[in-house]
């Protein structure tokens, strides 16, 4: 369980999600404007929050990239609520730092599923693997500090990247499935968008410049890391 902060202009939509998310025993917090959220975020620290994109004061956008720039909110995951569904809005919404995207309407099993799966992935993941450093090609990655340097520079990834990442070095040479790779990374135990599994790795790709095209994609089934 989990104290979850809801930041949704629609008051009447803010109160259902925050009365079902109680009612699997999470605390919650609902705030209906950009610029309060973000400071109730970074004063209070919650361990998940549910962000609309379209809101006052700040867009959400804006207070995602906030979170993602001041280091007490940097690692908090982030699922983006709005009624954009355009791959365009879901690819810059990853782009600025967050961790999973619904698309509106939803169904509340559906939000439930993926904050239980996401505040899962948070707890169970082991703070400290080893080893501490892994390497393919001039890719090189800190698995201490949670560095990814390609060809020499540092390679700013959001955390779903940083362990997208990982997780396909860990098993470099075989083929992940999109449904693998969602429950592994993401957490989700239940299939559900594949698209965000492309998004990712093509957002990934990009940032890895040249080193990206190691990751290759297998038609019809999934990725998979290859030197």
Known sequence: MGTILIIEDEVDLAELLAFN?????????CVHNGVTGLEWAVRECPDLILLDLMIPGMLGIDVC???RKDPRTVSIPVIMITAKGDEIDRVVGFEVGADDYIVKP??????????????????SEAPIRQPELLKIGTISIDTQRYIVTSEGS???LTTTEFKLLLHMLEHKGYVLSREQLLQRVWGYN?????RTVDTHVTRLRNKLGLQGEMIKTVRGFGYKIEV
């Open 106 to 123: 939803f169904s509340m099993r559906e939000v439930i599923l993926r904050v239980k799966s996401m505040l899962k992935r948070q707890v």
């Open 190 to 194: 239940n299939v559900g968008d594949t």
């Open 21 to 29: 998310l109680e009612q699997e025993g999470h605390v919650t917090r």
């Open 154 to 156: 540092v390679v700013d």
């Open 65 to 67: 990239k906030a979170l």
